[in-house]
């Protein structure tokens, strides 16, 4: 059971280069986020989707748009890279319904822009 | 918007003692919160979470309790092992499906 999928592990951006980065997950999750995390500042959401065809902002969305494609994937876009986009990035889902539950991580992706 | 504060950023404890960390959130919406454990190079896993019926959880040597008067929630590890080093985090979830985290909580346990 591969659980949540981020590609890719590593990557290395120029300024004002995009990129996206994909994430997939195999559990039949209804919702899915990504995040950034800095030192010092947490896990910051990017954006979420709450469930298939819709999408949110959360805290930090500046600088990204997002795709929920199907069930399974939720990719990040970076339009135009800049080096205060220099992170690593974690994708998550977790089943929603009547009660709130945990939350599956991918093992995140590290993202440098020069 | 919804913030969830943390406390303390780092924190020392000799092997063996007990070790609190405590979050406070501002959504009064939140019913679900969990703490999270990430290891060096790995995205964070559930260790234990409490919902919002509830005043006081435990799975061994950890608890958590939760003021929701207060809005704060803690943390609780006891008998502490040098496998307990890592960041910890807390998070508050409520009916928008938002899952938002707290600052983290670096851990060292000296042995």
């Known amino acids: 059971n591969a659980g949540v999928t981020q590609t890719p592990k590593f990557q290395v951006l120029k300024t004002g280069q995009s990129m996206t980065l994909q994430c997939a997950q195999d559990?039949?999750?209804?919702?899915m986020y990504w995040y950034r995390q800095d030192p010092g500042m947490g896990l910051r959401l990017i954006y979420y989707s709450a469930s298939e065809g819709t999408t949110d902002k959360g805290e930090v969305p500046n600088g990204y748009n997002v795709s929920r494609l199907n069930k399974r994937e939720f990719s990040l876009r970076l339009e135009s890279a800049a080096p205060s986009q220099t992170s690593v990035y974690f994708c998550?889902?977790?089943?929603?319904?009547?009660?709130?539950?945990?939350?599956?991580f991918g093992q995140g992706t590290r993202l440098t822009v020069v | 918007g919804e913030n969830v504060e943390q406390h303390p950023s780092t924190l020392s404890v000799q092997e063996g003692d007990s070790a609190v960390i405590k979050c406070t959130y501002s959504?009064?919406?939140?019913?679900?919160f969990p703490w999270y454990k990430q290891e060096l190079g790995k995205g964070p896993q559930l260790i234990i979470d409490i919902r919002s019926n509830v005043g006081e959880k435990k799975d061994q040597r950890i608890a958590v309790t939760l003021n929701k008067t207060a809005k704060h929630f803690s943390l609780h590890i006891t008998e502490t092992q040098p496998e307990d080093s890592a960041v910890y985090f807390c998070?508050?979830?409520?009916?928008?499906?938002?899952?938002?985290f707290g600052t983290g909580t670096r851990l060292k346990v000296l042995a």
């Open positions: 559990m039949n999750h209804n919702s």
């Open positions: 998550a889902s977790r089943p929603t319904g009547q009660m709130n539950t945990e939350a599956f």
């Open positions: 998070a508050a979830s409520g009916v928008t499906y938002k899952y938002i």
């Open positions: 959504d009064s919406a939140s019913n679900y």
